[in-house]
């Protein structure tokens, strides 16, 4: 039986309301702190409705980590994402990737994952090689 591809999500990869507010901005963007606090308690019943400082804050380090730009508007700034939801997933991965490489010194990381995808289901391993591939090409 054949498995069902299911769209990537960043919903695990983030803080649960991290990734909220970037599926607020990626719906409407740019969009200023008021407009993503409005738009994220619109949807939450009255008792468990956002502060604007909570919304605040996690926009700014939703920058600080590089996945938001923001332009000066007004008092204060207007947040538009840097990458979609495919981006963002790509993104991480290779900011992960990187993190192993660094922690665990190159060749012993890249033996541990060779050895993984030796083991990995085929269909897996074939679309592995398509991606690498496909980035030789497109290189």
Same mark, same amino acid.
């Given at each position: #039986?054949?498995?069902?591809?299911?769209?990537? +999500?960043? +919903?695990?990869?983030?803080?649960?309301?991290?990734?909220? !507010?970037?599926?607020?901005?990626? +719906?409407?963007?740019?969009?200023? &702190?008021?407009? &993503?606090?409005? =738009?994220?308690?619109? %949807? @939450?019943?009255? /008792?468990? @409705?956002?502060?604007?400082?909570? &919304? #605040?804050? !996690?926009?700014?380090?939703?920058?600080?980590?590089?996945?938001?730009? =923001?332009? @000066?508007?007004?008092?204060?700034?207007?947040?538009?994402? =840097?990458? /979609?939801?495919?981006?963002?997933?790509?993104?991480? %991965?290779?900011?992960?990737?990187?993190?192993?490489?660094?922690?665990?010194?190159?060749?012993? *990381?890249?033996?541990?994952? *060779?050895?993984?995808?030796?083991?990995? /289901?085929?269909?897996? !391993?074939? @679309?592995?090689?398509?991606? &690498?591939?496909?980035?030789?090409?497109? *290189?």
């Amino acid at each position: #039986m054949a498995r069902r591809q299911r769209a990537p +999500s960043a +919903s695990g990869l983030l803080g649960h309301l991290e990734y909220e !507010v970037l599926t607020t901005l990626w +719906s409407q963007a740019p969009a200023s &702190v008021p407009e &993503v606090l409005a =738009r994220i308690n619109a %949807g @939450r019943p009255e /008792d468990a @409705r956002l502060a604007y400082t909570t &919304v #605040m804050t !996690v926009l700014g380090r939703l920058h600080e980590k590089g996945l938001l730009d =923001r332009t @000066r508007q007004g008092r204060g700034y207007a947040y538009e994402p =840097r990458f /979609d939801e495919p981006g963002l997933i790509a993104h991480l %991965g290779r900011r992960e990737i990187d993190d192993l490489l660094e922690r665990y010194g190159g060749e012993i *990381a890249l033996a541990q994952f *060779a050895a993984a995808v030796e083991d990995a /289901d085929p269909q897996l !391993v074939a @679309r592995l090689r398509e991606l &690498v591939e496909q980035r030789d090409t497109d *290189a």
